[in-house]
């Protein structure tokens, strides 16, 4: 089972372009959570996909969108990027109709210039 | 609303030093607590859990209690070694609409010297 996986690693955008990180949830999960982590902070929690719809979202604007595939693999889009938007961002998979705990991925590193 | 407020560090022992992070949680409803370990460049490991008030969760030789008269979830080792050098975050979940969100605290960097 290679657990949850992110791509790319790392990655670097200017200022205002556009920016899409993939996740591949574990096997058996259906649900996807996306967070972003700041440098020295905590996961803060962005939105969750299930049955390919946003089914929560936390406090972020507009310009941060999603998608879920049949396969359950997620995508996070975030427009008109600011400096503000560099950041360590993960993505967790579970089940929620079999009550499991969520499995991180490694993360994808976005640094905006 | 729903919060996790952690111990400041950063937390720098010695090895077989005993372990203490305080976390404390603010919850609509009646939570479930974590407690997560980040190692240098990678993501979120689960460490340990407890679904109910006074549940102890374990692993590795850590542990936490679950003080519902407390609203508390405090980490513990009684002898640290190098390897557990890392970030820990304290996090919680509640159910209904936000069934699966986690609640972080904003971590506590643990460094151990040999």
């Known amino acids: 089972d290679a657990g949850v996986t992110q791509s790319p690693t790392h990655l670097i955008k200017t200022r205002g372009q556009q920016v899409t990180l993939r996740c591949s949830p574990k096997s058996g999960h259906d649900t996807v959570s996306w967070y972003q982590q700041a440098l020295g902070q905590g996961p803060q929690f962005i939105f969750q996909y299930y049955e390919e719809e946003e089914r929560q979202r936390g406090n972020f604007p507009d310009r941060f969108s999603g998608h879920q595939f049949p396969n359950y693999s997620s995508e996070l889009n975030v427009n008109a990027l600011l400096l503000g938007d560099s950041a360590l961002y993960l993505c967790?998979?579970?089940?929620?109709?079999?009550?499991?705990?969520?499995?991180f991925g490694q993360g994808t590193r976005l640094t905006v210039v | 609303g729903n919060s996790v407020t952690q111990m400041e560090g950063p937390v720098t022992l010695s090895e077989e030093a005993f372990l203490t992070i305080n976390c404390t949680y603010t919850?609509?409803?009646?939570?479930?607590l974590f407690w997560y370990v980040q190692y240098p460049g990678e993501g979120l490991q689960l460490l340990l859990k407890a679904t109910k008030a006074d549940d102890k969760g374990s692993n590795k030789g850590f542990e936490a209690t679950y003080r519902k008269e407390t609203t508390s979830f405090h980490l513990e080792k009684g002898s640290v070694q190098v390897s557990d050098s890392a970030v820990y975050f304290c996090a919680l979940s509640v159910g209904g609409s936000t069934l699966g969100r986690l609640y972080f605290g904003r971590g506590t960097q643990l460094t151990v010297w040999p």
């Open positions: 919850a609509t409803g009646y939570p479930s």
């Open positions: 967790a998979s579970s089940s929620l109709d079999r009550g499991t705990e969520a499995f």
